[in-house]
């Protein structure tokens, strides 16, 4: 069983910076970021596969936002920057408990969720 733990969220600016982390107890393989808004579905943002060597985005975030990860302390990372007031959102990171030919970008397609971390920007 994997456990996720994400910090790092809180209240911005617009065209600020945030950084999440997602802390993992557990062997996870790849990993990935999405947000869920008000009254909205959750959507992807943002995955990385298992090495590190592969990764993908939304369009919305592309150029803004990079994820990384370190496997030597187990933790998966969200750079925000110049981030928007419709950036605002809780922010969940996700793990598959196996190895993916290909990246994950849909919610189905993970095995573990973490808790959520809000993330708030102010116009």
């Known amino acids: 069983q994997v456990q996720l733990v994400e910090s790092g969220g809180g209240l911005v600016q617009a065209g600020g910076s945030l950084r999440l982390s997602c802390a993992a107890s557990?062997?996870?393989?790849?990993m990935g970021w999405f947000r869920q808004a008000p009254g909205k579905e959750r959507e992807f943002v943002a995955a990385i596969s298992a090495r590190g060597g592969t990764t993908s985005y939304a369009d919305s975030v592309k150029g803004r936002f990079t994820i990384s990860r370190d496997n030597a302390k187990n933790t998966l990372y969200l750079q925000m920057n110049s981030l928007k007031p419709e950036d605002t959102a809780v922010y969940y990171c996700?793990?598959?408990?196996?190895?993916?030919?290909?990246?994950?970008?849909?919610?189905?397609?993970?095995?573990?969720w973490g808790q959520g971390t809000q993330v708030t920007v102010s116009s």
């Open positions: 557990g062997r996870t393989f790849n």
């Open positions: 996700a793990a598959t408990g196996n190895t993916r030919i290909m990246l994950v970008v849909t919610t189905r397609g993970y095995d573990y």
